[in-house]
DNA sequence: AATTGTGGTTGACGTGGATCAACGTGCCCG
DNA sequence: CGGGCACGTTGATCCACGTCAACCACAATT
């Protein structure tokens, strides 16, 4: 166990079995017994503070990480100084998959609040998973996840209108927080406008009148970033039926 | 060779270690020795026609595709009948990941012409990338490259005006017929100005139109589906520097 | 050679969201 | 407690791209 490290390590080791997120997390429908395992893998905990990144664009990879607490966003950055939000991670999300490909990061990931992940070192991620299949069974589920993800939020940059976009993300948010046992209908944003605007393809402002247009028709209530969806229903609606701009 | 087999599946059987595509496909950087080991991978062969759909949405997941010869286009839809392309894959890339998260396709993956990929059952690569490391590792990097090249689009469609993506699209195809050997300058795209425009997050005829305007400019020469850069350097400065919309 | 169809181009016009600008609002820090 | 600062809202204007519509090119079909 090791102390001198500044704030970022502490010496808490993981243990997935014992983490009450397993079932939001990598191991998530693992046997007991494959679990035990687990915690062979995990190797310390790091604590980062807001505004702060756990990895930036460029950085070796080494690890993936799990968090433990609080939240991310991952950015990917133009030569001419244009950036986009390519997701927004809650607790139980896996980040760093990005750098695999390459072995060094492709993108930054900053956390929006005080945050802890689990450090998990890639090199003994795939040695563990070749001895135990649940292991690897789970980890290809969250990379595919992952895709599956990026194309959902390709058809919503592609082929949405602005209130629809911000419908959709309300509704995954809302989706997001009741799987982690808060309430679907109300929550904390814990991302600026401008940052919400940038993940989804549109200005700031574009984003706040939607924000306005909804509170208006009654569907969500918003005050700053405090959200109350009033009618998930209509919300629902809007994504369905007509519009679609381009 | 056989002739009796009506389409899909022909009994060649396919084999990694003869087959000219290693160095793009799966296999890339894996060993003389451990490449041997894949032919047990590769099941049969199936051959799609044009217009022809090698797995649906909604399809159960059981086998990842290696492209043989030929090309294919990525679609989602929505309930309400809008669409989204969401890649267009060309020989030796793997189709099929999308399936594993929920052991169901979540897209649809067409023929743009006649093609013909290699059955890779999930079940037995799972298994076998258990045993060779290298098989494992390049797995991985197939799935994180998707993921990469995913937050791409992303960035284009969510910060690009319509020549930048238009340029960005045919910079990318030109760098994907060099790495087959074809002329970096000089190809035919297999695919409609719509779903080039769907791809975009456009319209087809501002794809067009884009298309009008390079020719105009002197940075590429069109007709119709013929292609040919005469300023590349032109096309990568434009996504380079100024402009950025929303 | 006429016929139909699919894909592509081009023009005229309309509009959703970007841009620019002013003004609130809550929060940190001296 | 007051002053600065980041973040958010709202209004006025502009423009890139969507929409609608006409027309063209090429290929397949007869």
Tied chains: 1, 2.
Excluded: W
């Amino acid at each position: 166990m090791k102390a001198a490290v500044p704030i970022t390590v502490n010496g808490l080791k993981a243990s997935c079995s014992q983490c009450n997120l397993v079932e939001l997390c990598l191991p998530f429908g693992m046997s007991e017994h494959d679990l035990d395992r687990l915690d062979e893998l995990v190797g310390a905990r790091r604590k980062i503070k807001r505004q702060q990144s756990l990895y930036r664009a460029g950085d070796t990879f080494e690890a993936i990480y799990a968090i433990r607490a609080g939240s991310f966003k991952t950015d990917v950055l133009l030569e001419d100084g244009r950036d986009q939000v390519t997701g927004f991670q809650m607790t139980g999300e896996i980040l760093g998959l990005d750098g695999i490909s390459t072995e060094s990061h492709s993108c930054n990931a900053i956390a929006l609040e005080d945050s802890e992940v689990c450090v998990i070192p890639y090199a003994k991620l795939e040695e563990l998973s070749r001895e135990v299949e649940g292991l690897q069974h789970q980890f290809h589920k969250v990379m595919s996840r992952e895709i599956v993800r990026d194309h959902g939020v390709m058809m919503l940059l592609g082929s949405m209108r602005a209130e629809e976009r911000l419908a959709a993300f309300l509704l995954n948010m809302s989706q997001r927080f009741t799987a982690r046992g808060f309430s679907p209908a109300e929550f904390h944003l814990r991302m600026t406008r401008d940052e919400i605007g940038s993940y989804l393809g549109l200005k700031l402002e574009t984003v706040s009148r939607a924000f306005s247009r909804f509170q208006e028709e009654g569907l969500v209530s918003v005050q700053q970033k405090h959200i109350r969806i009033l009618n998930a229903a209509s919300l629902k609606r809007l994504l369905q039926h007509q519009s679609g701009n381009r």
